[in-house]
């Protein structure tokens, strides 16, 4: 992988503290993916230096990142997201290794296209949630899930920019693995997946002009259905089926760049 080239660019850039993050903690926003080559982040680092910040914890640019998600018995949630429901909601565990700190998280899609996001500190200790996670889930959630379970386990490396201008948060993810709850696992270093998180559909980016330029077009794709389908049998697999072929096509490009 290309961490020496990614954290020697990731020096050009000028850094922010947690602290400096609330203004920018989006929980109600428009969020628009990119997925791409791996290969590719050296350059796009280089290309965005000029127009963000990136978050450094402890002189820490590249976080270790954690996720667990839960789904009812019968893949409510990973139903409605492949379908394209929208008004619907995901579940999740996320472990942030730099602080060693961990949030139980619910993410809404609204019928508007939008996103929103509250989150308790809590850890999953068993595999349901505990009392206080189950208050919480059930403060949000229309309807009582009784039967919630972890059903996918996902890691990878994450940068967080900040833009300079504009009021927007950029993660790029990379390293990605997911595994089964019974140990199965699947490792992804050619795949990368950005994500800008900002107010608005029409609010100006740097960062979307600088994907743009580089032939990255937006995408759709959510890493508990694409990591659920590349390591179980899911059902409705086969509308995945575009993903999983640009998954394949990435794939391939990275071989090929990489001499491997």
Same mark, same amino acid.
Not at 142 to 161: A, E, K, M, Y
């Given at each position: ?139 949000? =959630? ?97 509308? =995945? ?20």
């Amino acid at each position: 992988m290309f961490q020496s080239e990614i954290q020697k660019l990731l020096g050009s850039f000028t850094r922010i503290g947690l602290n400096e993050m609330d203004e920018v903690k989006l929980m109600n926003r428009v969020e628009t993916k990119y997925v791409f080559s791996s290969v590719k982040l050296p350059d796009l680092l280089f290309r965005l230096s000029g127009s963000y910040k990136v978050l450094a914890i402890n002189n820490i640019m590249i976080s270790p990142y954690h996720t667990t998600y839960l789904d009812t018995s019968d893949y409510l949630f990973y139903t409605q997201q492949v379908r394209g429901k929208l008004s619907r909601h995901k579940i999740r565990y996320r472990k942030y290794e730099s602080t060693g700190l961990s949030f139980l998280e619910i993410k809404k899609k609204t019928n508007k296209n939008r996103t929103i996001k509250w989150r308790i500190e809590n850890e999953l200790n068993s595999n349901s949630p505990d009392d206080d996670a189950a208050k919480f889930i059930k403060k949000y =959630l229309p309807d009582s899930l009784p039967d919630l379970r972890p059903v996918l386990i996902n890691g990878f490396n994450r940068i967080t920019l900040v833009g300079k201008e504009f009021k927007e948060r950029i993660t790029l993810d990379y390293n990605l693995s997911f595994a089964s709850p019974d140990g199965k696992i699947s490792e992804f270093p050619y795949l990368a997946i950005a994500e800008l998180k900002r107010e608005c559909h029409n609010c100006l980016s740097p960062f979307g002009t600088v994907m743009k330029h580089s032939g990255i077009q937006p995408n759709r794709f959510s890493k508990y259905c694409i990591g659920s389908a590349l390591i179980k049998t899911m059902p409705r697999k086969n509308i =995945l089926k575009r993903n999983l072929l640009l998954i394949n096509k990435i794939k391939n490009e990275y071989i090929k760049s990489s001499g491997s």
